[in-house]
Structure formats: C-alpha cells, structure tokens
C-alpha cells in the first residue's frame, strides 16, 4: 500500500540544531581513530599485540593461528624461545634477551619451555568486559532473529549495512572492501551453520583489536542497526520514518532494531512500532 499521500505539513523533529552538528562532529572524530588493541599491561607482549593489529588490521586476533603457524619455523605445533625470538624480529620487533625471557613466562603456562598454539592464543588475547560481553549477546539476538534462526557467513554479511561502519565512514575502507573483510575474518565454509558460542568468540576477538569502548559500541551498533547506546557510541542508523497515527496526527520514530527490514515493508515496520509502544499507527513513510 503506498501511502505517501497521506504524509502533510510540517514534521516536528527535523530540523538540524547546533547540538547535532556536534553529535556528528564527535562521531566522524571517532570514525577517525586508529585502531589499536586493549594492553595487558606487559610492555612486550602489547608491543607484539600492536604489531599483529597494524599488520592484519580489525581482525587480527582472527589470525593468530596463522601467525603460530609462520612462528613454528620447525613445524612440530610448539613455539621455542628461538623460534618465538625469530617471529617477532619478523614482524619488527626486537626484543633484548630480558623481554624475551618475559614474553616467554607470559606464553609458557605449564613451564615446559615450549609454548603451545593454546598457549599463544590465550596469552595474546584479552577478556570481554561484561558490558561488552551484554553487547555482543544483543547482537546475538537480533542476528539470530534477521537470520531466520539460521546464521551462516553469506547470510550475515549480507544483511550486516557496511555503510555505516566506522573505517568506512572514515574512508579507511571501502564498503565492498570491509564486507568481503568481515567474510574472510569468519574462515567457515558457506553452509556452515554459526552457534552462539562461535558467534561470541568471533567477537571476542575482534573486540581484542580494539580498545576504545565507543569505538567499538558505535561499530557494533551501527551496522547492525542494532538500537540503544549513549552519547557518541549511539545508534544512529535504524530507519527514521513519519508516521501517521489513527488521529491524523504527525510525527517522527525510529524503527529501532531494523536489520533486513527494506524501505518499502511497512507491515514490518508498523509491527516494530507497535513493540516499541506505537500502538495507533496506520501509515508509515521512511525519511531519507
């Protein structure tokens, strides 16, 4: 049903006031930051962190089993002080014989002079704060739900709105260029079907890559149209729409939490509105 001859006059809520001209100035200075990763404190071991984020970028925690890999020079799937040595001179690093014999006791859990794939994991990533954690369990939720109940890379890439993710929006990365990133990052075939348990680790780390909180609430909540936030790391990117109420009265709503959900399917929309407490609506319009 189109009805675009129902919407008239002015529409309170549009016009563009000083404050929001500073709300988007402080979101594209947050677009702008560089992507570092969260410090453990250990000088060495965060060097060697930065490393593999400058490196392999947003996903680089994604990649440490391939790095392990280029480390193992020998191939028997165990790292010596040597080898370890070798792979971060590799990536640029050098470090004195007191760091290494640092790095070395960070990574070697069990004592046994070797440091394990396991090891070299769980010593190069970080725990998920829980607020981060909460974040990451809503996004859950509203995948799953855009999903069908079936979450597959194809399917969440091309749902995920790549024009909103903050290295796109600084003009570090194009859009087509970040979705095939995000693809490439999961390394799963197809059809394979992604559980919640991969679907946090996944999160996890790439929330590993990235220290800023509202970085990281503003990637996370903005191509996913994933609705709430405050200040800064906000949603901005659920549909804005007129609707007309049962009165004839005007105003402007957010469609909150509108992943999939096309310009034109307002059965849906109106269905979202009436969830979020709009109960007398009977026409919407999408604001460009």
């Excluded at 796109?168 to 075939?189: K, T």
């Excluded at 609430?217 to 049962?246: D, F, Y």
């Excluded at 939490?257 to 007398?280: A, E």
Aim: proline share 3%; hydrophobic share 40%; charged share 25%.
């Amino acid at each position: 049903m189109n009805n675009q001859h129902l919407i008239s006059g002015p529409i309170q809520g549009l016009s563009v006031s000083a404050n929001a001209a500073q709300f988007e100035h402080a979101v594209q200075e947050l677009c702008q930051q560089e992507i570092c990763p969260r410090k453990c404190g250990i000088p060495i071991v965060d060097e060697l962190r930065d490393k593999i984020v400058q490196k392999a970028g947003l996903y680089g925690f994604r990649s440490l089993d391939i790095i392990f890999k280029k480390f193992d020079l020998n191939n028997d799937k165990t790292l010596s002080k040597k080898e370890l040595d070798a792979g971060m001179r590799e990536l640029g690093i050098e470090p004195t014989q007191f760091e290494l014999d640092t790095i070395m006791r960070h990574f070697d859990s069990n004592d046994d002079g070797r440091v394990s794939r396991r090891e070299f994991v769980e010593g190069l990533s970080t725990k998920m704060g829980e607020d981060r954690r909460s974040l990451i369990f809503d996004l859950y939720n509203l995948v799953f739900q855009a999903c069908d109940g079936e979450m597959t890379v194809p399917k969440m890439v091309a749902l995920c709105d790549m024009a909103q993710h903050p290295l796109v929006c600084s003009g570090r990365q194009q859009e087509a260029g970040a979705r095939i990133a995000l693809a490439r990052a999961w390394d799963l075939p197809d059809d394979h079907v992604i559980d919640k348990h991969e679907f946090v680790q996944f999160w996890a780390d790439v929330s590993a890559a990235v220290a800023d909180d509202d970085y990281f609430e503003l990637m996370i909540r903005n191509p996913w149209h994933l609705a709430g936030g405050k200040g800064v790391s906000q949603n901005t990117s659920c549909r804005r729409v007129v609707v007309v109420h049962t009165d004839g009265r005007q105003t402007t709503e957010v469609v909150k939490n509108d992943l999939g959900i096309g310009p034109h399917d307002q059965d849906t929309m109106l269905r979202l509105l009436q969830i979020q407490g709009v109960i007398d609506a009977r026409a919407v319009q999408p604001i460009a």
